[in-house]
């Protein structure tokens, strides 16, 4: 079972950036396609970003163009670099395979706040 720890959240200004980081551990990570999604208050989960393993991206139209993921298969770690941020950003980042192999597989997530 992978075992995944969200960081780089906070509060930054609209129009700003934060980079969040997502380390895994488990062999699984390697050969998985993985995914940041993202909590709002009030709404339910939604995925905003994929990234197989061999580095092909997919984003959800509400971030398409300013959000950027990547990832280090020798660093079990996926990157989600958000640009232009707007309050609609606001919420709790999760990073997880994708699709998630279930209601346990979450971790803490990270909070990112947008302030107008």
């Known amino acids: 079972q992978v075992q995944l720890v969200e960081s780089g959240g906070g509060l930054v200004q609209a129009g700003g950036s934060l980079r969040l980081s997502c380390a895994a551990s488990g062999t699984i990570f390697s050969i998985s396609t993985m995914g940041w999604y993202r909590q709002a208050p009030g709404k339910q989960r939604e995925l905003v970003a994929t990234i197989t393993r061999g580095g092909t991206t997919n984003y959800a139209d509400s971030v398409k163009g300013r959000f950027t993921t990547s990832r280090d298969n020798a660093k079990n770690t996926v990157y989600l670099q958000m640009n232009s941020l707007n309050a609609a950003d606001t919420g709790v980042y999760y990073c997880?395979?994708?699709?998630?192999?279930?209601?346990?597989?979450w971790g803490q997530g990270t909070q990112v706040t947008v302030s107008s």
């Open positions: 997880n395979i994708n699709p998630p192999p279930g209601p346990r597989s």
